[in-house]
């Protein structure tokens, strides 16, 4: 293994704007996958797969976070996590059994990175390895969140702004208690992760859809595209500030 590789985190450092866009990057999916799936839900699936896995790979090929690709490839598992976890539900799946079906990957997951490297921190994903768990987990996640997210609003009726309330209140109020009673910080880091999509995707919901179903009626596709402006402002401005840093880890990667 070059010694490169465990110099340099590949993905993103846990921050303010981390936080922004990773919610923001929810409602694009949600948004964006029923969008699509007017057109063609079938042909939408494979394209959105095709776009996932061609970003991935070049993702990984960089060896370093580099803002634009790292949240390309974020939208983009957003979007097809979406897709996948519909479709396990178009195909008979109740959301009750696929919900636990994910949270179940998710945690086997989980277990794999850890048993494997000893810890599932997201500031040590130095090498090819930890990338490559760290974007499945990353996956399962939005799967999850998605089935989470359509149980409470749709199967149990609380509705769609119901549905963004309660989960806000969880995405806040959990890891705040986790954090009063001292919990690992990395397993705090991952459960406000898994809350934020829900929250993410019912609101994209209240958003978009139309008054008669609940929703404010701007509409999936509009919804989708504000959302992905507000996120490429925001890469935009981390890309600018990040430059230095990046600059100084090509400097040590030189210099061993």
């Known amino acids: 293994m070059n010694t490169s590789d465990n110099l340099v985190n590949r993905v993103a450092s846990i921050t303010i704007f981390f936080w922004i866009i990773k919610i923001i990057s929810t409602t694009v999916g949600e948004a964006s996958a029923d969008f699509f799936y007017q057109f063609s839900a079938p ?3 494979i394209v959105a797969f095709i776009a996932l896995i061609s970003s991935v790979i070049i993702q990984m090929r960089f060896k370093r976070y580099v803002p634009w ?4 490839v974020i939208i983009f598992v957003a979007i097809f996590g979406t897709m996948f976890s519909d479709t396990v539900h178009f195909i008979g799946v109740p ?3 696929s919900t636990l079906i994910f949270i179940a990957l998710l945690l086997f997951t ?3 990175w850890y048993k494997s490297e000893g ?7 130095h090498t090819a390895k930890r990338e490559k768990y760290y974007w499945v987990v990353i996956f399962f996640t939005f799967c999850l969140g998605t089935a989470a997210g359509d149980l409470v609003a749709g199967r149990l009726h609380f509705g769609f702004l119901d549905a963004t309330l309660i989960f ?5 109020v959990i890891p705040l208690i986790l954090y009063l009673f001292r919990i690992n910080k990395i397993a705090l880091f991952w459960i406000a992760y898994i809350l934020t999509r829900p929250f993410g995707a019912a609101g994209a919901d209240w958003i978009g859809k139309p008054k008669s179903h609940g929703g404010l009626g701007l509409g999936d596709g509009t ?7 507000v996120i490429v402002v925001l890469v935009l401005y981390l890309t600018i500030t990040h430059r230095r840093q990046m600059l100084i880890e090509e400097r ?3 210099e061993n």
């Open 43 to 45: 042909g939408a699936v």
């Open 69 to 72: 690709m790292y949240w390309t």
């Open 95 to 97: 959301l009750e059994v």
């Open 110 to 112: 989980l277990r794999l």
């Open 119 to 125: 810890t599932l921190d997201p500031h040590y994903v």
């Open 168 to 172: 806000g209140a969880c995405m806040i």
């Open 223 to 229: 919804t989708a595209l504000l959302s992905l402006a």
């Open 252 to 254: 040590v990667i030189e």
